[in-house]
């Protein structure tokens, strides 16, 4: 067994050299080709993904399954890593049309859930009905999106 003078000496010793990942923000072979990613990811993300823009919260497991309905299958990594890794799959028109019909699915399983909280507690319309509008907008942007990043040719 080592004991703590042969630790501290280890320690001492020890050289943080470039390549060493101190705090864990290394960047991995895959982190280094998503930043190469086009710049759509990141305005997709600030519309999508921006509560206070689209009215609807996805959480790390929505875009998991929303990657499942979509016919991706993706482990569970922080919220924008993930959408990356799914704007890495929509690479084509065919694929990005999937994410988006599984996401306005999603988006409309929110709503349905705001309006029956609506119907029941009639008071807090003032606070679901500005979300519900602000989803129905952000869904009624996907056709845009699909032909501004994926004009049919």
Same mark, same amino acid.
């Given at each position: 067994?080592?004991?703590?003078?042969?630790?501290?000496?280890?320690?001492?010793?020890?050289?943080?050299?470039?390549?060493?990942?101190?705090?864990?923000?290394?960047?991995?072979?895959?982190?280094?080709?998503?930043?190469?990613?086009?710049?759509?990811?990141?305005?997709?993300?600030?519309?999508?993904? &921006?509560?206070?823009?689209?009215?609807?919260?996805?959480?790390?497991?929505?875009?998991?399954?929303?990657?499942?309905?979509?016919?991706?299958?993706?482990?569970?990594?922080?919220?924008?890593?993930?959408?990356?890794?799914?704007?890495?799959?929509?690479?084509?028109?065919?694929?990005?049309? &999937?994410?988006?019909?599984?996401?306005?699915?999603?988006?409309?399983?929110?709503?349905?859930?705001?309006?029956?909280?609506?119907?029941?507690?009639?008071?807090?319309?003032?606070?679901?009905?500005?979300?519900?509008?602000?989803?129905?907008?952000?869904?009624?942007?996907?056709? &845009?999106?699909?032909?501004?990043?994926?004009?049919?040719?």
């Amino acid at each position: 067994m080592r004991d703590m003078e042969d630790l501290r000496k280890e320690f001492e010793n020890f050289t943080i050299n470039e390549e060493a990942c101190v705090d864990g923000a290394c960047a991995s072979d895959e982190t280094a080709e998503l930043k190469d990613y086009p710049s759509y990811t990141e305005a997709l993300y600030a519309k999508l993904l &921006a509560p206070h823009v689209s009215g609807i919260y996805i959480s790390r497991w929505d875009i998991k399954d929303i990657a499942l309905q979509a016919d991706e299958s993706m482990a569970i990594h922080p919220r924008k890593r993930m959408f990356e890794l799914l704007m890495k799959y929509a690479t084509t028109r065919e694929t990005m049309k &999937a994410v988006l019909d599984a996401m306005r699915n999603h988006m409309e399983e929110k709503i349905a859930i705001y309006d029956e909280l609506q119907q029941t507690f009639p008071c807090s319309a003032e606070i679901f009905q500005p979300k519900i509008d602000k989803a129905r907008k952000t869904i009624n942007l996907f056709p &845009a999106i699909l032909e501004e990043y994926f004009p049919e040719g």
